[in-house]
């Protein structure tokens, strides 16, 4: 687990053609404990030309997944993607994709977060008109799925160029499984 960390910095990455998953954060490309009281001002630019299966990226955490929480946790800074390919794009002001696998009301999956982003999409399908090439995109979070939400806000603004998008000012796609009595 992560307690009372401040990140400041950037992160640029360029991904070579045909890449499969990716996840990027400024904290985590990847959550599966916990993160309390931690904060992450960042400026991300991702460049993907082949994006195969999908792509998550936050600001604090790329993606949060099954026992992954947040807790009084904050992100700031600016998001870009530009790219191409088949997959699915989750990007979010805090994190790109949150899919926990918390299934009553009682246990939150992020609790008392807050982002103030700029995020900046441009994913295309060059033309295939695939509609794998779908881009979930929030102030908060891309895409939620299972668990539940408390008490979270957002402070963003959201440009896409994309040929595909689901874009919320909170989340971009809100999802549950079967047993959550969430989301």
Known sequence: SITGLRL???????????????????????????????????????????????GSIGILAGSSNATGSFENCSASGSLKFRGSGSGYLRAGGFAGAV????????????????????????????????????????????YLRGGAVSLCGTRSVITSTSDHNYIGGLAGYVGSYDKSGAS
């Open 8 to 54: 400041e910095g950037r992160i640029s990455v360029r991904l070579k053609a045909g890449s499969g998953s990716v996840n990027v954060g400024a904290m985590a490309a990847s959550n599966y404990g916990s993160i309390r009281s931690a904060s992450a001002d960042a400026e991300i630019s991702v460049r993907d030309e082949g994006l195969k299966d999908r």
């Open 99 to 142: 899919s926990s696998n918390y299934i009553d009301a009682t246990t939150f999956a992020m609790s008392r977060c807050f982002s103030d982003a700029d995020i900046n999409v441009d994913y295309s399908d060059k033309g295939t008109g695939n509609s794998n090439t779908v881009c979930s995109i929030g102030g908060l979070v891309g």
